[in-house]
């Protein structure tokens, strides 16, 4: 008896599929209410939260539960990794830095960044995944430190307490629409995805 694999179709009738659609209304919200904008010296309380409620609740059900587990490893690892493709999108961080609206340190490594894991994930998909375990990881770890460098940088280079980096030009664009939609929603979706391909795979 083969175990069911659950692939785009599927999902996109799953309980994590609406409570995604539902984390992204809310952040949506949220933005536009200017919920995620934070005067200047005080600390990005509400983003940080956005940003990392979902991938340490993943975490502690990948730890603790063995049924979320299961659940993770019936998913269509080509799938969790075509999901990464979205993220040509860092395109965007480049183009804001052209006009000066994003510091160059934060943009440039966030952007291209971004940008090569978007590239290469239908690569990765096609040629990697149930061929090489060790790339994959390798490349999913890849994936994962782009995003919390990206994030690291982001609060480096505000207007915050923890802007030890800030120069003329900060990230405080980000904590408005639409590119809040990016560290509210974007990356933490994201890790989630790289999370649930490493619980996947971990049973193979």
């Not at 340490?56 to 999901?83: E, G, H, I, K, Y």
């Not at 060790?134 to 990206?150: K, Q, S």
Request: contains cysteine; proline residues 8%.
């Amino acid at each position: 008896m083969t175990t069911p694999v659950l692939t785009r179709s599927s999902w996109v009738l799953t309980p994590p599929a609406f409570a995604a659609g539902g984390w992204f209304c809310a952040v949506l919200a949220a933005s536009a209410l200017g919920a995620f904008r934070t005067p200047p010296g005080d600390p990005p309380v509400a983003l940080a939260l956005a940003a990392g409620v979902p991938p340490l609740t993943v975490l502690v059900l990948a730890v603790r539960s063995a049924r979320f587990r299961a659940w993770a490893r019936r998913l269509d690892l080509r799938f969790l990794t075509l999901l990464q493709t979205w993220r040509v999108a860092g395109l965007a961080f480049l183009a804001l830095l052209a006009v000066d609206a994003l510091p160059a340190g934060f943009a440039l490594p966030a952007g291209l960044g971004d940008v090569a894991i978007g590239l290469t994930a239908p690569l990765v998909a096609a040629f990697v995944v149930g061929r090489a375990h060790r790339l994959f990881v390798v490349w999913t770890a890849l994936g994962i430190a782009d995003l919390v460098l990206a994030v690291t940088l982001g609060v480096l280079y505000s207007a915050s307490p923890a802007g030890l980096l800030l120069t003329d030009v900060d990230s405080g664009l980000m904590s408005t629409l639409p590119m809040s939609l990016i560290p509210a929603f974007g990356v933490p979706i994201t890790l989630v995805a790289h999370q649930l391909s490493l619980v996947n795979i971990s049973g193979r």
